[in-house]
């Protein structure tokens, strides 16, 4: 587990040392990635150099050393992440007459490229993994990414240099970045609270989407890069539903049980120390039974506990750890030392990231950091297995709504928004048999705006995209911008599935796993150089769910069905069955109480106004009323201010941005990945 960076300097202005030197520089930054090793290597003649930090997961040796050339000398890689399989790959191409000189997987990586090709060795690839593979016979630059996105990879032209890495802290140190913020980008990630790909907050800066690689050919004069899709979400989704699984449940059940125990057997290989997150919940309960069942010892697990008890999960996941008998640590976290990490936040994430969970997950990524080097994860299942309790209840008002024509739906909007406080809880205590409880739960002004809100849907995708959306038109909120197309607004990049909870999970899979979960899980842990692994994410179980039927996952307003029938096997239903708490913290009296001088700082209306981003006004409104708790706007606000952190400790670092209007997206031909497009195309 490593962070990678380089360039390729179109002008070949610079000697063999000098293209190191700013590499280093570059890659130098994520120390924190890999603080074992380092390493560059650069032709300049080519004008192309690659960058390493190692983190020593595999052959500690000298023999893992990066970026490495193949044997026949054709092929140098720098390298993120781990292959799986590279035993049985290894085995393979000894049969075939290969020999070995360490026991890495990136020197077998290599030996499979030079077999296979770039594509078809990729095909063969089961891990997480983010590379670089400059091609000496071609002179083409590839940069490749996994099917789901567990490892980042951006990437842009600044002038005649094209430059990529890990994190855009590295491609920051460069000479010839500039620091430009893309205000249509901004506007996404006031709707999703992040920035999804293949876009970034910097102007020209893009992320590889998953499962794509990006080519750049320097025989080609235009330099354009060429995308290339391996695998995708979509395709595995219509190829699941057009062929079903056709046993009993009880044959899914062995057999998803058999695939999730050689995932998590592939991934409890490490020379180092190794783990598991543990909060109590299925997900992650069913990673921990797996690797207890297949591991000699007692597996190390952690878990992050909370003094207020609504956040509170400490108590089931030491409850499952004792049945499982594993090695179990946990710790208590008083709220001045989760808000201590807040400062760090905008180093950690690079560009503007609001989930609030990232806090209690680097948490536990700390803490795991003490005792192992390697740590499994239970990510994944949510969206595999219709674990969001959008999946189930979504459908169901889009269907006691719907009979209502769009005109008297919007005029029952406007209304509601119009009534006294009294009315609206006596609005929805008539509306509770069918509203979730999720709805129920917020306060009466939250409520309301939340059921005017499905009022004024048209489609079950509208109302999904509402519900997975933080400011409704954020666009209206920033000067000069647009929202540029993402998966959930461009019909081409759909998934033909026949069922609306499976095109949600497929929505999900293509957004908000890698943009929102993935990117949280990879920072905070790679923050405190620990590798953190992910086997839901296995392609096989994948694409094994993606052929289940939705009554194997959705039964009796539940989710996750199945799943819950495998971890039957290890530990008892009442160990695990209870409500959802997710895995956040209390923000919303944080920012009325200890947090609110610093909020209040970023949030004054005469900064924002200088700043020249937002319109004060809306901010400052939902400010007031956060404070007066006649509204928990806690997300929105929370969106707001770790851009405004973001923005402050950019400015620390690199100097102010420049105050660009929106781009016209059509710039971005030749540059970013497509949006839609044929199957061989879709991500």
Not at 100 to 114: Q, Y
Request: glycine fraction near 8%; proline fraction near 6%.
């Amino acid at each position: 587990m490593c962070g990678i960076s380089g360039f390729l300097d179109t002008s070949c202005r610079f000697g063999k040392y000098e293209l190191q030197a700013q590499a280093a520089d570059m890659v130098n930054t994520l120390h924190h990635r890999g603080p074992d090793d380092s390493g560059t290597w650069a032709d300049a003649e080519a004008g192309i150099v690659l960058a390493h930090r190692r983190l020593a997961i595999l052959d500690l040796s000298q023999e893992g050393h990066q970026p490495m050339a193949s044997v026949c000398g054709r092929y140098v890689i720098t390298y993120n992440g781990e292959i799986y399989n590279f035993k049985a790959l290894r085995g393979e191409l000894i049969g075939l007459g290969y020999a070995f000189r360490g026991r890495s997987d990136t020197e077998v990586m290599l030996a499979c490229i030079s077999q296979w090709g770039l594509v078809s060795a990729v095909k063969r690839f089961n891990g997480m993994f983010a590379f670089a593979l400059w091609d000496r016979g071609s002179r083409q630059l590839h940069l490749v990414r996994d099917r789901f996105g567990e490892k980042p990879l951006y990437y842009g032209w600044m002038g005649k240099t094209f430059m990529f890495a890990s994190e855009l802290k590295a491609l920051r140190a460069h000479p010839d970045f500039k620091s430009e913020l893309d205000r249509d980008a901004l506007a996404l990630y006031m709707r999703h609270n992040y920035v999804p790909a293949p876009y970034s907050i910097y102007r020209n800066i893009h992320k590889v989407p998953p499962a794509m690689i990006v080519t750049i050919d320097t025989t080609d004069s235009g330099n354009s890069p060429r995308f290339t899709a391996y695998w995708s979400v979509r395709a595995a989704a219509e190829r699941g539903v057009a062929e079903p699984f056709g046993g009993s449940v009880q044959e899914a059940v062995a057999r998803l049980d058999e695939l999730l125990r050689e995932a998590v057997k592939l991934r409890m290989h490490a020379d180092v120390p190794l783990g598991a997150f543990l909060s109590g919940g299925l997900d992650s309960s069913t990673i921990v039974a797996l690797m207890q069942a297949q591991s000699e010892r007692p597996v190390q697990t952690f878990t992050i506990g909370f003094y207020e008890d609504s956040y509170n999960e400490a108590h089931s996941a030491n409850a499952v750890a004792c049945h499982l008998g594993t090695a179990h640590t946990e710790l208590y976290v008083r709220p001045e030392e989760a808000m201590a990490v807040i400062p760090r936040l905008p180093t950690l994430y690079d560009e503007p990231f609001a989930d609030s969970s990232q806090i209690p997950t680097f948490l536990i990524s700390e803490l795991a950091r003490r005792d192992v080097t390697v740590s499994l994860s239970g990510d994944g299942g949510d969206e595999l297995f219709a674990g969001y309790d959008r999946y189930f209840w979504s459908l169901s008002i889009w269907q006691k709504m719907r009979w209502m024509p769009r005109g008297p739906r919007v005029l029952a909007a406007k209304g509601l928004r119009m009534l006294s406080r009294d009315t609206w809880e006596s609005i929805f205590q008539s509306l509770a048999p069918i509203l979730p409880e999720r709805i129920m739960r917020k306060s009466p002004g939250g409520k309301v705006h939340r059921l005017a809100e499905l009022l004024m849907t048209e489609c079950p995708e509208e109302l999904y995209l509402s519900l997975v959306s933080h400011w409704k038109t954020p666009a209206s909120l920033i000067s000069g911008a647009s929202e540029p197309p993402t998966v959930l607004t461009d019909r081409a990049q759909w998934a033909d599935v026949p069922d609306f909870p499976h095109r949600m999970m497929s929505f999900d899979m293509m957004s908000y796993l890698p943009d929102d979960i993935l990117v949280k899980i990879d920072r905070a842990s790679m923050g405190v150089s620990l590798e953190a692994r992910v086997p839901f994410l296995d392609h096989r179980v994948a694409e094994f769910a993606w052929r289940l039927p939705l009554s194997m996952k959705i039964r009796d307003g539940q989710g996750k069905w199945l799943l819950r029938q495998v971890l039957d096997r290890y530990v008892p239903k009442a160990l695990v069955e209870r409500p959802k708490k997710g895995f956040g913290v209390p923000l919303d009296s944080w920012l009325r109480g200890p947090l609110r001088e610093w909020a209040e700082s970023l949030l004054d209306e005469k900064r924002l106004r200088d700043e020249g981003f937002f319109d004060p006004h809306p901010i400052r409104e939902m400010w007031a009323e956060h404070l007066s708790s006649r509204h928990n706007w806690q997300y929105h606000l929370w969106d707001v201010l770790m851009f405004q952190a973001w923005l402050e400790n950019d400015r620390l670092n690199e100097g102010s941005l420049a105050h660009e209007p929106s781009r016209n997206q059509a710039s971005l031909v030749g540059q970013a990945p497509p949006q839609g497009g044929t199957d061989t195309l879709a991500h």
